[in-house]
């Protein structure tokens, strides 16, 4: 089954202490993308990366690394959360960047104390 | 800066009933516009898309309409069903240009509720 896969699915964790947010997909896409959704902000991208070892800002990129060492899997780094971090977030794929339709995975709900 | 705006938090109309959910954007840079649909707990799912030379596509019960000059589109669903329950996100790319794609960019969701 086609799928974009997200572990875990609901995290705890107190300001400072690092933690990563896995992504992975099967499909073989070359872009992947990480987004967070707030009341009343909708989806806001963080990063994205159109192909292995190429990365790139979105728009609320702040806080957060990513990297692309291989092209199925595309981790979410906090290496400081804070309490604003606090959020849902979703990793997606898409076959280009011309972005047809992006697959999403079922979310990360991250809150941070 | 919010480019994409959906200005209805919610919508509740009777199964059977026509929906029609609206979106503006601001950027006049955006030629293609997507919806999705999002279930609680689960991500959200593409429904259907439209390109700037376009003004009207149609896919089964969902016809998307943009109006460029207007800078608006909206999204009707006719017969309206209790599975269409949920929250619909409207998002725009650029997809000629300097990032030539790469960058969807959503408005705030509005929430659908379709009763029996």
Known sequence: ?113 | DQQVKQNSPSLSVQEGRISILNCDYTNSMFDYFLWYKKYPAEGPTFLISISSIKDKNEDGRFTVFLNKSAKHLSLHIVPSQPGDSAVYFCAASEREGETSGSRLTFGEGTQLTVNP
């Open chain 1, 1 to 113: 089954e086609a799928q974009v896969t997200q572990n875990p699915r609901y995290l705890i964790t107190v300001t400072g202490k690092k933690l990563t947010v896995t992504c992975s997909q099967n499909m073989n896409h070359e872009y992947m993308s990480w987004y967070r959704q707030d009341p009343g902000l909708g989806l806001r991208q963080i990063y994205y990366s159109m192909n292995v070892e190429v990365t790139d800002k979105g728009d609320v990129p702040e806080g957060y690394k990513v990297s692309r060492k291989e092209k199925r899997n595309f981790p979410l780094i906090l290496e400081s959360p804070s309490p604003n971090q606090t959020s849902l977030y979703f990793c997606a794929s898409s076959r280009d960047r011309f972005l047809v339709a992006l697959h999403f995975g079922n979310g990360t709900r991250l809150t941070v104390t």
